[in-house]
């Protein structure tokens, strides 16, 4: 990462794709990219940000115990995410999206799940190093398989999530209007947040536990800030995320500065620039204008 | 338990460790009320970069925990509405947030002693309550005495504002300057507990024990009190094992002990059928006012 920059912006990607792991990264940041916006998009729109957090983070201790057990991490990282999204959907008023309970509820596993991750990390015995690259991530350590893996969880993912696509749209918008017209809410809500843990444990391993968040929310934010069409709202999550990942790998590479930040300023950077420009697009109905109580 | 207070290291934990949790048992409390916990949540990696940010400038971490949580906690009111964030500003905010703590361990790392490795993050990120110094304990108790005496001093307003916010602003009550204050202390709160049991790791003192308070009381005060009860019994009793246990980290058995008692009170609970717990979902317009309407349930 020390190679020099010209303005030759060809030169500087055949250069840079000369190196094997750069052609991983930037593949697998691809599919995390592609993976990432549309599911954040409707965690976006369903106001779940706090439990996608949750899921990145549970991350941790799920490969933390797989590093102590001498286990495969992508196990760890799965296990622990699906087991967090049943138990985040089982505890107290976990349908009810929102209320105080759930939140608490929330913060408690999170709180709970690093606790666990720490506890981990110190039966394994001090790897201050490989505790970093957990929580931020390995952008440029991936290997060819991990990117067929990473294709073949990514492509499940949307596969599932495009066959609920319109009932989980509906769900999600109107919950009791949807559940009146006899649309499974409750099964719905379960199933997504399942979908969500899988691409957090999968995002995880590429960008770490602590950064998950610039590729899942950062993208659909800016999108849900411009339109509030669904499709084009997808679309755009999709080629924001695609941006923020080719632009910070390509920054990365040529900065001594870690990927991660670039990731998440050009993310953060994008959704500041779309809440400029938002005054001057017509609001959105629904997600922008919460009903709220004349003062 | 004599024994186990005759090491100073202990006592400057327990020292700080208890005021730590009274604050951020009562803060937890209305955090938990104002279903801001994610703001709470957001605060803490906030604190974590603000640290880090003090270390790479050469600063006390101290300062930059301070000045950095408190300024960003009043940002993102200013950017929610009516002093209230909602959650794709805390998410987007915080998330760049992060990117720039990584940022400056980088940073630190590379321009700091060649021994700052990453060290220096695992110990802003997870604690380090068994390493205070007497002066720093003390320090950090009368800050969170001050914290405590602030919240109480705003309570019955705030309370009021919290639980039903239209009708506070039609009696006159300064709800957005509230939600402000409030969103400072929770800024104060979480740098504190920073250096008890580290960024990641607040959450759990300052949810888990209102949460739990919360499923036992809807009576205000009872609750508020039964939630620093918790928070400090939880502190102690975790302090308590992971000195006998020495394999476990403090920040863990004190977690573990939150953690239980959140779930020992969900299940302790009576649910009578309410209204709205039986509805499958609320449309995600709702969520903006859903600190008023916890109450009015």
Not at chain 1, 179 to 187: I, Q
Not at chain 1, 275 to 295: E, F, I
Request: aromatic content about 10%.
């Amino acid at each position: 990462m020390t190679a020099a920059f010209s303005w030759n912006l060809i030169n500087d990607i055949r250069d840079m794709w000369s190196l094997p792991f750069m052609v991983n990264a930037f593949r697998a940041g691809t599919i995390v990219a592609v993976l990432a916006g549309p599911v954040g998009w409707f965690m976006v729109l369903r106001a779940q940000t706090f439990a996608g957090h949750t899921l990145a983070l549970v991350g941790l201790p799920g490969a933390s115990a797989a590093v102590w057990l001498g286990i495969s991490s992508l196990a760890g990282y799965f296990a622990f995410a699906l087991a967090a999204a049943l138990l985040i959907a089982a505890l107290p008023a976990g349908a009810n999206r929102g209320h105080s309970n759930e939140s608490a509820a929330v913060g408690t596993v999170q709180a709970f799940a690093l606790a666990t991750g720490m506890l981990f990390i110190t039966l394994y015995g001090g790897f201050s190093g490989a505790t970093n690259a957990l929580l931020f991530g390995t952008f440029l350590g991936i290997t060819s398989t991990q990117v067929a893996v990473l294709t073949g969880c990514a492509a499940a993912v949307l596969a599932v999530l495009a066959a609920l696509g319109r009932p989980l749209l509906f769900a999600s918008i109107d919950p009791d209007v949807a559940g009146a017209r006899g649309v499974p809410v409750r099964g719905l809500s379960l199933a997504f947040l399942l979908l969500l843990a899988m691409t957090t444990a999968e995002v995880s391993q590429i960008t770490g536990a602590l950064l998950i968040f610039a590729l899942l929310v950062l993208p659909a934010a800016t999108a849900q800030r411009l339109t509030a069409r669904p499709a084009f709202g997808l679309a755009l999550a999709v080629a924001f995320g695609l941006a923020v990942v080719w632009t910070s790998l390509f920054a990365g590479y040529y900065s001594p500065y870690p990927i991660g930040f670039w990731t998440t300023t050009i993310g953060f950077a994008l959704y500041a620039a779309a809440s400029g420009v938002r005054p001057l697009a017509t609001h959105l109905p629904r997600r922008l204008d919460p009903v709220r109580t004349p003062a | 338990m004599i024994g186990m207070l005759s090491h100073p290291f202990m006592q400057h934990a327990f020292i700080a460790g208890t005021a730590v949790a009274l604050a951020a048992g009562l803060v937890g409390y209305f955090l938990v009320l104002r279903a801001q916990v994610f703001t709470g949540d957001a605060l803490s990696h906030v604190a974590f970069t603000g640290a880090l940010a003090a270390l790479a400038a050469g600063l006390d971490a101290k300062i930059g925990l301070y000045a950095f949580s408190i300024v960003v906690a009043v940002a993102l009111g200013v950017l929610g509405r009516r002093g209230r964030p909602d959650d794709v500003v805390i998410g987007s905010v915080f998330a760049w947030i992060l990117g720039l703590g990584v940022f400056l361990l980088t940073l630190y790392a590379t321009t700091r002693s060649g021994s700052g490795d990453g060290r220096a993050g695992v110990t802003v990120l997870f604690g380090s309550i068994l390493g205070l110094s007497r002066d720093s304990a003390l320090l950090t108790a009368v800050i969170a005495l001050v914290i405590c005496a602030i919240l109480l001093a705003i309570a019955r307003p705030l309370l009021f504002a919290s639980i039903d916010e239209a009708v506070a602003a039609a009696r006159h009550v300064p709800v957005r300057l509230l939600g402000y204050g409030f969103l400072a202390l929770t800024g104060a709160t979480a740098a504190e507990s920073t250096q008890v049991v580290g960024a990641l790791l607040i959450l759990g003192l300052l949810a888990a024990p209102a949460g739990a308070a919360m499923q036992l009381t809807a009576r205000p005060l009872v609750a508020m009190g039964l939630s620093a009860g918790i928070a400090v019994a939880s502190v102690w009793i975790g302090l308590t094992v992971a000195f006998h246990a020495s394999w476990m980290p403090p920040s863990f058995t004190i977690l573990a002990v939150a953690t239980s008692s959140y779930l020992v009170a969900t299940v302790a609970r009576r649910r009578p059928a309410r209204p709205f717990a039986g509805r499958p979902g609320r449309s995600p317009a709702d969520t903006g006012s859903r600190g008023a309407e916890t109450l009015r349930r």
